[in-house]
T-cell receptor
Framework: DAGVIQSPRHEVTEMGQEVTLRCKPI?????LFWYRQTMMRGLELLIY????????DSGMPEDRFSAKMPNASFSTLKIQPSEPRDSAVYFC????????????FGSGTRLTVV | AQRVTQPEKLLSVFKGAPVELKCNYS??????LFWYVQYSRQRLQLLLR??SRESIKGFTADLNKGETSFHLKKPFAQEEDSAMYYC??????????FGAGTQVVVTP
């Protein structure tokens, strides 16, 4: 298994542009999580899905952020319009329901908004 | 409300010295606790699960329900242990909540 796959690895965009981050979870994992990591705030859970359904999106900072999971093998996190304060590393993780085994994280997308 | 507290932002130790990373938690039920490690600019990796009582890379962690702690220990630190370490707890939904993290720097 190739693990959790995120793309792109790096994204540099101008303020106001739309940004789409992508994630492919591990096959068979039915929970998917989006995290944001910054120096100031550490790791923040943005949203998580169970069986493709959003369960908790209370961590999504603003309406500019949206996430979808159209099927079990793909999820997107979109920021529109992007702002410099959105610059961070965005991690996707997946697990089997219950997460007693912990999560498997992707390599992350380093987003820079200038 | 559940919470994970890592009181040390930075821990600097000499190679060969013991290292202990503190983690305290608050949770109303029976917690599932983990330690994750993040090497420089890499993905987070699961290091330990409390339910498995395993030792990985020489690290161990014991759940102390009386003190609500899950401290991570290693008797002899190595330079390759330099990394960011996160303590984490899952709720009944399987949602993982992380502490603020502790940066470990092992100097020769």
């Amino acid at each position: 298994d190739a693990g959790v796959i995120q793309s792109p690895r790096h994204e540099v965009t101008e303020m106001g542009q739309e940004v789409t981050l992508r994630c492919k979870p591990i096959s068979g994992h039915n929970s998917l999580f989006w995290y944001r990591q910054t120096m100031m705030r550490g790791l923040e859970l943005l949203i998580y899905f169970n069986n493709n359904v959003p369960i908790d999106d209370s961590g999504m900072p603003e309406d500019r952020f949206s996430a979808k999971m159209p099927n079990a093998s793909f999820s997107t996190l979109k920021i529109q319009p992007s702002e410099p304060r959105d610059s961070a590393v965005y991690f996707c993780a997946s697990s089997e329901t219950g997460a007693n085994y912990g999560y498997t994280f992707g390599s992350g997308t380093r987003l820079t908004v200038v | 409300a559940q919470r994970v507290t890592q009181p040390e932002k930075l821990l600097s130790v000499f190679k060969g010295a013991p290292v202990e990373l503190k983690c305290n938690y608050s949770y109303s039920g029976s917690p599932e606790l983990f330690w994750y490690v993040q090497y420089s600019r890499q993905r987070l990796q699961l290091l330990l699960r409390h339910i498995s009582r395993e030792s990985i890379k020489g690290f161990t962690a014991d759940l102390n329900k009386g003190e609500t702690s899950f401290h991570l220990k290693k008797p002899f630190a190595q330079e390759e242990d330099s990394a960011m370490y996160y303590c984490a707890l899952t709720d009944s939904w399987g949602k993982l909540q992380f502490g603020a993290g502790t940066q470990v720097v092992v100097t020769p």
